[in-house]
């Protein structure tokens, strides 16, 4: 298996465009998480999906964004307009289930919004 | 907040066993404590979790104490594979808070 495949792995774009990032979980699990990783509030989970429904996303920041799962093998996080403090690498992970110890990390991708 | 403290880093010579320590204090009887760890530039990586008694896998051991408010880490024979920033976790549910880790050094 391939892992959890996230593209692109490098984002640059400037204050207000949409930015689009997607995740491929690994097949076979139910479970897919959204986190975002920054030097000042460390890996914060914003969002997860069970069986391509949203569960949780207590953790999403603002409207401005948004997680779809519109089938077993695909998702996207969207932030739009996009502001420099969303800056950050966002990770996408699979499990099998809930628990911590089962969940496999993407690679992640390094935005950077100028 | 993170319910964990880690010293900010550590260094190690290759061969020799890595022992990571990790403060919680206020863990509660339903929570786990986990370790992950991250190599640079790539996702957190799952490494060994327990609740009250010591574990060991093909990655580490994990030593708690009795009280439950400590824990160490143990990578038997570090390589210089095994640089990356470790993170402490205690949780009880899905949802956890990576603090800031230790970042260890394996130095050939």
């Known amino acids: ?114 | 907040d993170a319910k964990t403290t880690q010293p900010p880093s550590m260094d190690c010579a290759e061969g020799r066993a890595a022992n990571l320590p990790c403060n919680h204090s206020t863990i509660s009887g339903n929570e786990y404590v986990y370790w992950y760890r991250q190599i640079h530039s790539q996702g957190p990586q799952y490494i060994i979790h327990g609740l009250k008694n010591n574990e060991t896998n093909e990655m580490a051991s994990l030593i708690i104490t009795e009280d439950r408010k400590s824990s160490t880490l143990i990578l038997p024979h570090a390589t210089l594979r095994d640089t990356a920033v470790y993170y402490c976790i205690v949780t009880g549910t899905y949802k956890y808070i990576f603090g800031t880790g230790t970042r260890l050094k394996v130095l050939a």
Request: overall charge negative; hydrophobic content about 30%.
């Open chain 1, 1 to 114: 298996d391939a892992g959890v495949i996230q593209s692109p792995r490098h984002e640059v774009t400037e204050m207000g465009q949409e930015v689009t990032l997607r995740c491929k979980p690994i097949s076979g699990h139910d479970y897919l998480f959204w986190y975002r990783q920054t030097m000042m509030r460390g890996l914060e989970l914003l969002i997860y999906f069970n069986n391509n429904v949203p569960i949780d996303d207590s953790g999403m920041p603002e409207d401005r964004f948004s997680a779809k799962m519109p089938n077993a093998s695909f998702s996207t996080l969207k932030i739009q307009p996009s502001e420099p403090r969303d800056s950050a690498v966002y990770f996408c992970a699979s499990s099998p289930g809930l628990e911590p110890d089962t969940q496999y990390f993407g690679p992640g991708t390094r935005l950077t919004v100028l």
